[in-house]
């Protein structure tokens, strides 16, 4: 494996008695694509959120490029989007930096109009998110991630709800966007096993734990017992009933 | 019982203190935020223009039927000549602050309740924190400060209309002597009177719109369902509280200011 970018050591997180992450260890390289994997409720979205800051773990630690204490600069794509609906797509791509940044309307236009461009989206710029398709929204909710160069970009089930061409295709956009502009992944998906073909790493959360990390190729040849039964559930019944 | 009664107690106390800090984090979050001025003119627009008509509607009702009423309360002790005064007093220090305040909740509070419910339940509001951008300073602050410009200037508003509507009664259909009504205004009406309503509207304005913000933003936690029906749940909490706030408020606020 690369070298490790962010070091996630005993992150715990709990909403009163129930312990969601339980000294959760993970390492992401650089520019990879790490998929967090397990049940659904199981926190998965919870170890993002902790990752972004939208919660703060109760404990644990996150080193960035070996530092200490330093989260990374996060985007966060949010399983619908959360693209305000009052306001366009150039707009919406535009908020970061417009609300954040001391720059001039010139530089704007021009930094949002160019990615606008790299992602496909000039025939859209001036319409609102309802009049968009899904993948289009999906885009748009990419550049507006995109906009402020983030290092990491934490894609929370972003195929939810998606026929299984769309589903494809969102993960297309996502390989294809990660190569050209060279940002890191660490992506929570439902979608196994669509979503090794585009992963570097897979953890498997499950009781708070991972446990299981590595590459997809790896995980196919020797799966533990455990996440076998959860990766074939057919077959482990099946087997249990034989 | 009085268990019950005690925890209603504290969590009406602890809702209250989340309130108040909730309002000073927005009236102070707003040099954090960018475009203000841009912000705090679409706000006015949104709680000050548009409720121009209802609040000129009402107020001229209200006249009309307060003209009405104390008319034949005046006839009655023969002193038909104070309904100018009678009208006027009414409706600068109580009915004109309060009646707007009512007016605008009814319109701007809640929608802007449900606007800020709908955004968080849409993860809007947990995506401008991701994007490092102060939510409070974003959606709330413009609001409040449009609040504390609006609620006097349309309290103003209400209140010429409605001492017109009490002239148009009073004057033009039942009799009561022109120069006697305006008189009666000019004499009886003090600056403090007026400085009073508009302390009462600046009070209406913070309060019942950091009520609707609260409950909108909150909605996630204070809505006993999920979804569309937690947002119009909410929305009609910001409504309900925001009309008890105003009438608490003026009481004490009556009882403070008449005794200075």
Redesign the interface.
Known sequence: MKNTYLRIRGLSKRFGDLVVLDAIDLDIPLNSHTTVIGKSGIGKSVLLKCLSGLLMPDSGEVFLDGTPGKFPQCAYMFQQNALFDSQTVWENVALPLRERERISQKDLSHRVNSLVEQLELENAVDKYPAEISGGMKKRVALARALITNPEIILFDEPTTGLDPERKFSVFDMIRSYRERFGFTVIMVSHDVPEVFGITDQVAWLDAGKIKYWGSPEDLEISPPPELEAFLNPKLSSQSSAA | MIGRIGRKGISFVSELGELTLFSASSLGSLLR???LVEKLFRAIYEIGVRCIPITLIVGLFTGLVLGLQLYYVLTKFSSESLLGQAVALSIIMEIGPVFTAIMIVGQAGSALSAEIGI?RN???I??L?????DPLA?LVSPRLYAALICFPILTAFFDIVGILGGHLTGVSMLGVDEGAYWNRIYESVSLRNVRDGFIKALAFGLITTAICAFQGYFTHVKASVPGARGVSQTTTRAVVLSSIAILATDYLLTSFLLEK
């Open positions: 935020g960018r475009h955004q849409a993860e809007q947990d995506a924190k991701t994007m490092r951008i974003f």
